[in-house]
């Protein structure tokens, strides 16, 4: 299976902060990975595909990059709504895995 | 907009089968995957199978022996039972629609379920 490692698994910042999600692959697994988010109580979120598309809706702080064995998720500008948890997701190889969770708190 | 909701039994007995079903709203089951996973207290989400509109089934690995994922087309819906659960199948479970347009990226996925299996 492909390991998906997420580093931090915790992140404390303050609205308005900058902050980088670094998702890491087992083995190479071209662009195919997506990045979600999640609030408890409710069902992930889709937020970025392809390693760097935006998904409809989603606001443009958001956004990726990457290929290969290494992925970054950036929220440019912190706003009180994206405090959450953030995982990532690769679709090259079955079984599809996930990584581990970033969690986002206010600090 | 497709919204996808599901149901069943929240608390099982070990040993019992866990049975859940997902409906399909504001959309066809054609043209994409069916995904079910699921995400125990505290660990990562686990990606049990998928399943495409005509049937096609495609489980992992660690749970395949014990896993079935089936879909009514004319229900819009698509179901997953999974046999023998001990207290390690305790979890939130999820359905989910993959969209090959986007690599087979989850979107929009069910409100989570939590089950339960204890004695």
């Known amino acids: 299976d492909v390991q998906l490692t997420q580093s931090p698994s915790f992140l404390s910042a303050s609205v308005g902060d900058r902050v980088s999600i670094t998702c890491r692959a087992s083995q190479g697994i071209g662009a195919s990975l997506g990045w979600y988010q999640q609030i408890p109580g409710k069902g992930p979120k889709l937020l970025i595909y392809d390693a760097s598309t935006l998904q409809s809706g989603v606001p443009s702080r958001f956004s990726g990059r990457g290929s290969g064995t290494e992925f970054t998720l950036t929220i440019s500008t912190l706003q009180p709504e994206d405090f959450a948890t953030y995982f990532c997701?690769?679709?090259?190889?079955?079984?599809?895995?996930f990584g581990q969770g970033t969690r986002l708190d206010n600090k | 907009q497709v919204h996808l909701q599901h149901w069943g039994a929240g608390l099982l007995n070990p040993s019992e089968t866990l049975s859940l079903t997902c409906a399909v709203y504001g959309g066809s089951l054609s043209g994409y995957y069916w995904n079910w996973i699921r995400q125990p207290p505290g660990k990562a989400l686990e990606w049990i199978g998928e399943?495409?509109?005509?049937?096609?089934?495609t489980y992992n690995p660690s749970l395949e022996s014990r896993v079935t994922i089936s879909v009514d087309a004319s229900k819009n819906q698509f179901s997953l039972r999974l046999s023998s659960v001990t207290a390690a199948d305790t979890a939130v479970y999820y359905c989910a629609r993959g969209d090959l347009t986007m690599s087979g990226s989850f979107d929009p996925w069910g409100q989570g379920a939590l089950v339960t299996v204890s004695s």
């Open positions: 399943i495409e509109h005509r049937g096609y089934t």
């Open positions: 997701q690769q679709l090259a190889f079955y079984p599809k895995t």
